[in-house]
C-alpha cells in the first residue's frame, strides 16, 4: 500500500535559517505529492503540491520537487520566519485524488 | 465563505457512553472524509463520502463506529460505546467531487475527544 514516511521532529531553528524537512514515499502508479501545514490551533491547509515527476511546488516561500528516481518530496524555505512555527504534514494521494495518504508531521519551532 | 465547520471543539466523556461528532463541510464540496490523528501521528482515514454514498469505509470499526450523511451535505461521526484508546483528534474534510478535484483537502479545526 501507499506510504509516507517524513523526519521526526521537532525540529528547531533560529530566525532566517535555512529550512529541510524531508519526505520520501512508497506508492504504486503516479501519485500526488502534497505538503499541508498545521498552525497552532488551526486544521491542516495545503501548503504547496505537485502532480507529475519534476513538478515544482512552491507557496510562501517554500518549495519542494517532486523527485521520482529517489521518491522524495522534501520541504525547503531559504528563510524561515517565526510565523513558520507549525506542524508541517507530508501527503500523497492516488486513485484519482481518492485516497490520501499523509506522513506523522513534523514539527517546527523557530526562535527569534 | 465559510470553511469546513466541526463540533464539538471539544468532548470529555466516560468511557462507554457514546459521543458524535458533526461537520458542514464548504457548500458545494460533494466530498466529505473523517479522518482520525492520534498523538504525534498523521491523519488516518476512517471514512470517505461521495455524496451521501460512502465508498471507502474500510478503516472505520464498524463494531463501536457510525457515520452518516443523509442529505449528501453534513456528517455525523459517532461512537458507542467509547474506549480509552479513542482519546483522539477527529478531523473533518471536504473537497470538490471526483471530477472536479484537484486534490486539495479543506479540514475543519477537528473535535478533540477525551475518554476518561
Known amino acids: 500500500g501507499n506510504s509516507v514516511t517524513q523526519m521526526e521532529g521537532p525540529v528547531t531553528l533560529s530566525e532566517e535559517a535555512f529550512l529541510t524537512i524531508n519526505c520520501t514515499y512508497t506508492a504504486t502508479g503516479y501519485p500526488s505529492l502534497f505538503w499541508y501545514v498545521q498552525y497552532p490551533g488551526e486544521g491542516l491547509q495545503l501548503l504547496l503540491k505537485a502532480t507529475k515527476a519534476d513538478d515544482k511546488g512552491s507557496n510562501k516561500g517554500f518549495e519542494a520537487t517532486y523527485r521520482k528516481e529517489t521518491t522524495s518530496f522534501h520541504l525547503e524555505k531559504g528563510s524561515v520566519q517565526v510565523s513558520d512555527s507549525a506542524v508541517y504534514f507530508c501527503a500523497l494521494s492516488s486513485g484519482g485524488y481518492q485516497k490520501v495518504t499523509f506522513g506523522i508531521g513534523t514539527k517546527l519551532q523557530v526562535i527569534p | 465563505e465559510a470553511g469546513v465547520v466541526q463540533s464539538p471543539r471539544y468532548k470529555i466523556i466516560e468511557k462507554k457512553q457514546p459521543v458524535a461528532f458533526w461537520c458542514n463541510p464548504i457548500?458545494?464540496?460533494?466530498?466529505l472524509y473523517w479522518y482520525l490523528q492520534n498523538l504525534g501521528q498523521g491523519p488516518e482515514l476512517l471514512i470517505r463520502?461521495?455524496?451521501?454514498?460512502?465508498?471507502?469505509d474500510s478503516q472505520l470499526p464498524k463494531d463501536r463506529f457510525s457515520a452518516e450523511r443523509l442529505k449528501g451535505v453534513d456528517s455525523t461521526l459517532k461512537i458507542q460505546p467509547a474506549e480509552l484508546g479513542d482519546s483522539a483528534v477527529y478531523l473533518c474534510a471536504s473537497s470538490l467531487g471526483a471530477s472536479r478535484n484537484t486534490g486539495e483537502l479543506f479540514f475543519g479545526e477537528g473535535s478533540r475527544l477525551t475518554v476518561l
Open positions: 463520502y461521495e455524496n451521501e454514498e460512502a465508498v471507502d
Open positions: 457548500s458545494g464540496h460533494n466530498t
